[in-house]
């Protein structure tokens, strides 16, 4: 796993934006996992800044994001599917036919979640997968003890992702209980996965993720068997991990290496 950290959410977001622009550049028709939250957004609207000042090309993509609430339609100003409209889709040019988010307001979630599995195999797999976390170490809304198999499915939202995602609602009754999620066994299937994290509340569970032991009571823990993560984090997130004069010679160093492998 590699950990870049930087100084700060408008750090993070710049370099987090760029390696996905570069992923897009190398593979225009790229498939990509989207994650929705407070964290990617200075990401995302980084990527709108590359398209609309140097022309990224979004028109070949294919995406899939993780995971959408039970129960509210599509249009619902908390939706995720609303969400990445807001924040990404209606700023760049994707072709709406190739966008999936899952859809929370469904008569037959269990179809849906197997659907959903075969038309990201339809369109060949992940190539990169960007990822949040919660407070309790989720990626997606896979919650503590989420088997590392799991597929696309419905899942019941712990304690700490209800009160984190309050703030969104006028009343924490309203955050819905349940979500539809990608499985910690889809995500780890992407070929590349990137995690961005931000803020001194997220630096006790990033510690545990990167250099604590591997456990589906964290599911993000999984990154430690991806065959390719990235993290990348702000000062404060960063805030509690021992390895970081490490992580930080890699990323000044690595220079060196690639050299000598001709890369
Ligand atoms: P956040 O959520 O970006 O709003 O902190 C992250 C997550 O729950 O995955």
């Known amino acids: 796993m590699e950990v870049i950290i930087t100084s700060d959410y408008e750090e993070m977001s710049r370099i987090s934006a760029e390696l996905i622009a ?3 550049r190398y593979k225009h028709d790229i498939v990509l996992g989207l994650a929705t939250g407070d964290t990617p ?3 995302y609207q980084e990527l709108i ?6 022309g990224l090309d979004f028109s070949k993509i294919t995406s899939f994001n993780l995971d959408e609430y039970v129960g509210l339609p599509p249009l619902h100003p908390n939706s995720y599917n609303y969400f990445m409209k807001e924040n990404l889709f209606n700023h760049v040019n994707v072709n709406p036919a190739n966008i999936y988010v899952p859809q929370g ?6 179809h849906f979640c197997f659907w959903y599995e075969a038309q990201i195999q339809k369109a060949g797999g992940i190539d990169l997968q960007v990822l949040g976390i919660g407070r309790d170490g989720h990626i997606g809304f896979n919650e503590p003890g989420s088997s590392f198999a799991s597929r696309t499915r419905i899942k019941a939202l712990y304690k700490e992702t209800i009160e984190d995602n ?7 009754d309203d955050v819905p209980r349940f979500a539809v999620t990608m499985g ?5 299937e992407a070929r590349k996965i990137l995690l961005i994290a931000n803020g001194e509340k997220k630096a006790d569970i990033v510690a545990e993720f990167i250099e604590g032991p591997v ?4 599911t993000a823990t999984a990154l430690q068997l991806s065959k390719s993560a990235t993290v990348v984090l702000d000062q404060e997130a960063a805030s509690k991990l021992k390895r970081t004069e490490y992580y930080n010679w890699v990323r ?7 050299k000598k492998v001709g890369r």
């Open 184 to 188: 910690v066994g889809t995500i780890l």
């Open 105 to 110: 307001h469904i008569e037959d979630p269990e």
């Open 22 to 24: 570069q992923e897009i």
């Open 41 to 43: 957004v200075g990401t």
């Open 49 to 54: 800044r590359i398209h609309k000042e140097e």
């Open 166 to 172: 309050a703030r969104f609602f006028s009343h924490q």
């Open 252 to 258: 000044d160093n690595k220079h060196l290496v690639q």
């Open 215 to 218: 456990t589906s009571q964290i």
